[in-house]
């Protein structure tokens, strides 16, 4: 590693052809320069200038190490003003949600691209521990997660209840349901839909319910804006959130079941601590806590 304090007073050096100058500007006496110069020329192995009277000229190593000197200094401007600037509508911010959360909230951080064209933003459906984990590991700025996490490195604030939903086909709503008639009809697995069908399920049929495992499942599928896409076609039922219906295309060709107990999870707006202050973070989790405000407004 090159000194950093020696490589300074060098490219000073090149950059004022004088010692003298040089050192009054450095604040330094004409030896300690000198002195500089010959402590990196040792740490390079290599003569730096070659001297005539008062005046020198730069060898190809000094000219090599007169560039490094300057682009250095550059980069540490851009540095500075990177610091400084901490432009809301600018940067890079990744987010990390699930599936059915990502359908509704992609098209909000669209929509605030256009405002911002020096802001990227990256959104990622995945699972919550694998969310947990980018999170802490710094691959992720933001998570939105089912449950609060309990982390010492994690701020968490409750964004919105969210109610799962149980989905039938539009055409068969008026339909009195039991439990052998969705069994009949048939169930669209997905990544979360066992622990959502655990959930739901459990808690409306709770005689005759032994658990996702006894389901009749009619297909499986992992890419979420599809899972609704058999039910709306008469093949199957789906348990959702809420949001994940709201974002189907074919919203009017499906229909939630009304039941005598319905569940939800609580959504918890995730950040690793210290990054809420970065303000194109900050104008993120503005935006994700004003839509949702909004949403939870709209008539049910």
Known sequence: MLNAIWLNTFTTLCELGHFTRSAELLGMTQPG????????????????????????????????????????????RDLHEAIQRDDPNSGEVKIGCSGSFAVWLYPLLLGRLRCAPDLALHLTAAPRSNVIGDLLSGDLDLGILAGQPQHPQLNATLLMREDLCLLVPSAMHAHDFTLSDLNDLGFVAHPDGFEYADDVLGHNFPKDYQGADHLRTRTSVNQIGQILTPVAEGLGFAILPK??????????????????????????????????????????????????????????
């Open 33 to 76: 320069v000198s002195q500089h110069l010959r402590k990196l020329e040792a740490q390079v192995g290599k003569p730096l200038i070659v001297q005539d009277g008062k005046s020198f000229t730069p060898t190809p190593a000094g000219e090599a190490l007169f560039k490094l000197g300057l682009a250095r200094r550059q980069q540490e």
């Open 243 to 300: 949001s994940g219906v709201d974002a189907f295309a074919r919203r009017d060709e499906v229909a939630i079941l009304e039941l005598p107990f319905k569940h939800h999870h609580d959504l918890w707006l995730t950040v690793r601590r210290g990054r809420e202050e970065f303000a194109r973070i900050a104008s993120i989790i503005a935006l994700i806590e004003q839509e949702v405000s909004a949403l939870e407004q709209m008539p049910k």
